[in-house]
Nanobody, 123 residues
Framework: QVQLVESGGGSVQAGGSLRLSCVAS??????MGWFRQAPGKEREGVAHIYTRNGFTSYAPSVKGRFTISQDNATSTVYLQMNSLEPEDTATYYC??????????????????WGQGTQVTVSS
């Protein structure tokens, strides 16, 4: 059974930090990533990681502020979000695929998704 369980969302003031967690089970996922979607906006890729080699990628809007990491012992992927801005407010989704996703920001290429966790940043 494939399962992605997210946690860590909440409300913070601008400049604050949050750490999102995604616990994966059921399969070994070669590609994992975080997407977000705000009301009235398109779903966008935020950060991604190839779990076997640790290579990461980030959207330009979050580069330098967000960090994606993994803990293989617990099959968990994290998204450390620092210097949060109101523009970061969105529902954040964990995505995973057992294949090597070449275009990591294309949501259609990911097979499995978490339930989403809300992040709200106030000014």
């Amino acid at each position: 059974q494939v399962q992605l369980v997210e946690s860590g969302g909440g409300s913070v003031q601008a400049g604050g930090s949050l750490r999102l967690s995604c616990v994966a089970s059921g399969y070994t996922y070669r590609t994992m990533g975080w997407f977000r979607q705000a009301p009235g906006k398109e779903r966008e890729g935020v950060a991604h990681i190839y779990t076997r080699n640790g290579f990461t990628s980030y959207a330009p809007s979050v580069k330098g502020r967000f960090t994606i990491s993994q803990d293989n012992a617990t099959s968990t992927v994290y998204l450390q979000m620092n210097s949060l801005e109101p523009e970061d407010t969105a529902t954040y989704y964990c995505a995973a695929d057992r294949s090597v996703v070449w275009s990591v920001f294309r949501a259609q290429l990911y097979e499995h998704w978490g339930q989403g966790t809300q992040v709200t940043v106030s000014s």
